[in-house]
Every structure is written in structure tokens, then in C-alpha cells.
């Protein structure tokens, strides 16, 4: 059985910081692409962050590039976004993704609907940041 855990959510205020775990299962892990997405209440859901397992590259957003870094641990099959100098613009749930043919990233950003491109997702988490 997939499965894709995410935790680490939570409340913080402007500047703060958080770390969001993704624990994957039931595929193989260092063949696949495990991207962070966002959707904030009445807006459409974002690419964050990307990490291809079978090259190590990484792939960052414009809006959060230099405050986020993502990292895996393949051993225990788990991909991490460390979150720093959080806003109040960055609130929103928080998912997980698997794909099994990369991030589907351009320089900036994921190729627009690329979140339709992945195989597996997990539920979400919250974290709210507080002005």
C-alpha cells in the first residue's frame, strides 16, 4: 500500500520557522520525484519544492526560494522542507506528492498543472503563520 505521511504543521509567528516531513511507503523511493504543494483557502494549489531522489536536484519556487530548503533522507524514506522566515502569505495546507518521472520543474517554479502529473499524494498539513 502508498503512502505518503506528512506532518510538522503548526502555528508560528511571521519569522519563524517550521520543518514538514513527508514519510513514504509502498514505492520505490529513491526512483521517484517527492514535491511539496500548497493550497491556501480560496486559491489554487502551488508548486513549493521538489526533489528528484534518482539525481538529488532540487527545485524551488520563486516565492520561497532562499527562506526554504528541501532535503531527503533516503534510508528512512523521508523527504523534509525546512521553512524559514515564514509569512503570513506563506499559510496554507501543506501536501505531498510522489512521481515516478521526475519534478516536472522549470527554473522558478513546476510546469503549470504539473500537479496533475503526480502518481501518489499524501494529506495534508496545516501551518499558519501569524502577522
Known amino acids: 500500500e502508498v503512502q505518503l505521511q506528512a506532518s510538522g504543521g503548526g502555528l508560528v509567528q511571521a519569522g519563524g520557522s517550521l520543518t514538514l516531513s513527508c514519510a513514504a511507503s509502498g514505492f520505490p523511493f529513491d526512483d521517484y520525484a517527492i514535491g511539496w504543494f500548497r493550497q491556501a483557502p480560496g486559491k489554487e494549489r502551488e508548486g513549493v519544492s521538489c526533489?528528484?531522489?534518482?539525481?538529488?536536484?532540487?527545485y524551488y519556487d520563486d516565492s520561497v526560494k532562499g527562506r526554504f530548503t528541501i532535503s531527503s533522507d533516503n534510508p528512512k524514506h523521508t523527504v523534509y522542507l525546512q521553512m524559514n522566515s515564514l509569512k503570513p502569505e506563506d499559510t496554507a495546507t501543506y501536501y505531498c506528492?510522489?512521481?515516478?518521472?521526475?519534478?516536472?520543474?522549470?527554473?522558478?517554479?513546476?510546469?503549470?498543472?504539473?500537479?496533475?502529473?503526480?502518481?501518489?499524494w499524501g494529506q495534508g498539513t496545516l501551518v499558519t503563520v501569524s502577522s
Open positions: 526533489i528528484d531522489n534518482s539525481d538529488m536536484m532540487s
Open positions: 506528492a510522489a512521481r515516478n518521472a521526475g519534478c516536472a520543474w522549470k527554473v522558478g517554479g513546476p510546469y503549470e498543472g504539473s500537479s496533475l502529473w503526480y502518481d501518489y
